[in-house]
């Protein structure tokens, strides 16, 4: 069985440190070249601006004292997309979770993920491995995301909301907004055509992993018919590899309700962690994380993204409370303050904005249009001179 793992088992320690000594590692110049090939020069700082031990303004200004980036370079633009990203989410709200054009089959499409794709035996080299590795690292490429995000919707006619959760729930960088509408943009739900890729494309960017007499090892125009018109072509036949064992979802991290009264907040400063922005308040005199369990059964995360989450939030707070945000919110009216960070996920968004003036907004490098941009290019042609 083919195996692809990051170079070197790269793993990502849950600290602003570790976060940090990445950020200097950063080639703009390598990335730019290399960015596509599966052993390229990516970052892999992912895991850490999701989860806010680091942000984008202070990435970019970090690699900006070591290498010259104008506002055009590859780097800039890539993190430009990130933003883009939650600015559709900050004007769509829950839309981004339904189709935003009609897709390219008329038939209907399947409500979860099949098993041999969840248990990587499809029997097409490429995907096995990539599934395999996403649920061993909890990362995967980005070239990784959209070649598995095609193969599940357009030849095995999942819907790419039951693939975008299923991808979701085991990411250490899962982020609602890119995910969710990058598996849209891949089923052309949020672009002008499908995502397609072949043999040929993974050949090209990850030899070790081509998968000539597959599915996928057929001219574009084909696929492109096999999307508009066929049904699930199915698994391969004849080549099927050992099946592997999904890791379990918990619903939550395990974590007891931290007993706290509205007499322990009362007129205390209180600053806030949650999941993404783990990295402490100042001016506090009470830091407690905070962890909405409604959101978590809604969407569930792998024992490692738990693993990271918790590893980080820990050493920063003196409680951790967890259950259904609105009940803190109403104990958190007698603190004297409340500082923490926005953030758009559902539950979390609604208790930040009810927890007091103290709420910040996440850093950006570029600007939020107040109107909405229908497309990336839109967004860059307004954003772009700020830089």
């Given at each position: 069985m083919t195996s692809l793992l990051p170079s070197g088992h790269f793993t990502w320690a849950p600290t602003r440190d570790a976060a940090l000594a990445r950020v200097a590692t950063v080639s703009p110049s390598a990335y730019g070249r290399t960015r596509n090939a599966l052993d390229g020069a990516v970052t892999r700082l992912s895991p850490w601006i999701t989860h806010g031990f680091v942000d984008l303004p202070e990435v970019l200004a970090a690699v900006r004292e070591r290498h010259r980036v104008p506002s055009g370079d590859r780097f800039v633009f890539e993190l430009a997309w990130r933003e883009y990203f939650h600015h559709v989410w900050r004007h769509l709200g829950e839309g981004i979770f339904g189709n935003l054009r009609l897709p390219v089959w008329a038939g209907e499409y399947s409500a979860s993920v099949p098993e041999d794709v969840r248990t990587a035996c499809t029997g097409v080299p490429v995907i096995d491995a990539s599934v395999r590795q996403l649920y061993a690292t909890g990362y995967l490429h980005n070239h990784q995301r959209l070649w598995l995000a095609a193969y599940v919707v357009h030849l095995r006619k999942v819907h790419w909301f039951a693939g975008a959760q299923w991808m979701y729930a085991h990411l250490l960088d899962g982020d609602l907004a890119s995910n969710c509408l990058s598996w849209q943009w891949c089923a052309g739900t949020f672009s002008s055509k499908p995502y397609l890729f072949n043999a040929e494309n993974v050949a090209r960017y990850a030899p070790h992993l081509a998968s000539p007499g597959t599915a996928v090892d057929r001219p574009y125009p084909e696929l492109d018919m096999l999307a508009r018109t066929r049904p699930d072509v199915g698994p391969e036949s004849g080549r099927r590899p050992?099946?592997?064992?999904?890791?379990?979802?918990?619903?939550?991290?395990?974590?007891?309700?931290?007993?706290?009264?509205?007499?322990?907040?009362?007129?205390?400063?209180?600053?806030?962690?949650?999941?993404?922005?783990?990295r402490a308040p100042s001016d506090c005199d009470l830091i407690l994380g905070v962890i909405h369990k409604p959101f978590h059964d809604r969407f569930a995360w792998s024992a490692l993204r738990w693993d990271f989450v918790l590893g980080g939030m820990r050493p920063l707070v003196r409680h951790i409370w967890m259950g259904d945000l609105a009940e803190l919110a109403g104990m958190l009216q007698r603190a004297a303050s409340v500082t923490g960070v926005a953030t758009l996920n559902p539950g979390y968004a609604a208790f930040m904005g009810a927890s007091g003036h103290g709420v910040v907004p996440v850093p950006r490098i570029t600007a939020d249009p107040d109107a909405p941009c229908r497309s990336f290019s839109a967004f860059w042609s307004r954003v772009s001179r700020g830089l």
């Open positions: 050992v099946p592997v064992s999904e890791p379990s979802c918990p619903a939550g991290p395990g974590v007891p309700d931290t007993a706290l009264t509205a007499d322990d907040l009362t007129g205390r400063r209180i600053g806030l962690v949650h999941p993404w922005s783990l």
